[in-house]
């Protein structure tokens, strides 16, 4: 695949279309909350994902027309996050982080992916303020969590806010509990790398810099991801035991860690991508990782194994 190319995002979300929706008279899918069904900005952005890798393959116009239905949704239905950009609210509040996240919140990784579907809808449908959409946006990857935004300053790469410090965006963007979870972080850079894409920002200065604070804040902590059998969700300190990633979340590590080294050429992420590859594919480190998931569930009661 041409890595500079639009056409496929790095995970395929194919497969899930039909599982997501539609649902609605509109043609959107609808996610289950207590208040009723209501959309999702992170269901949609990967049911147009997926319908855009299937029309892509196929050519169907339907799945074309499912595509530019979840864009033209995006475009319409945003609202401006505290930092002044645009964004998507999440119509629920995950259990575990009830306490710690107000009701009207903001996804980095749902955030990363809806840029990445309008991104994708500009540059290969046309799809009219679809960049414009995005232009408005993308800025709530790079501003603090104590400003209104979704990036957090990591580590002593240089001084806080600058050029040189290092950056890693939340999907659950609470200012006093770090949870870095590491499939949002890479979502987050594909999705700078997309606002380049041609329709779609052009090549930028501050996107640019952004994503080499970004690499400085996943070169910080990738190790930390490692439990030498299997890696972790996220390093959020106020779980009790190790957060292992689910199957699905663990391989989509691998798919984007390999994709960042053969953009980036990071001898660091490269090689943990390969020794993750070969713990995917070793039944006994599978079963451990199965029991580890195990364990985490009944020492955080109340945490559902779909959030991990």
Known sequence: MDEASPRGYVLDYSDLVDAIGPDDDCGLPLTTTLAGPRQSPAALAKYGLGSLELYLRTGNPARRAAVETVARWLIENNEEIPCGFLGWPMPVVPRAYARDLPEHWFSGEAHAE????????????????????????????????????LARELGEGGAEGGLESALFVEQFPMEDRPSLVLGTQLRAMTALRDTSLPHSLGPDEGVRATLGRMERGLTHVLDSYDTGYWSRFDLDERWRGTPLASPLRHGEHVLQLERHA??????????????????????GLRRRAWWGRLGFWIANRGLHPSEY
Request: with cysteine.
């Open 114 to 149: 809806c840029i990445s579907l309008l991104s994708r809808a500009s540059a290969l449908l046309g799809v009219d303020g679809a960049d414009e959409t995005v232009r408005r946006a993308v800025g709530g990857l790079w501003t603090p969590i104590d400003d209104g935004g």
């Open 262 to 283: 053969r953009l980036s050429g990071n001898g660091l992420v490269a090689a943990t991508a390969s020794r993750w590859r070969r713990y995917a594919a070793h039944a």
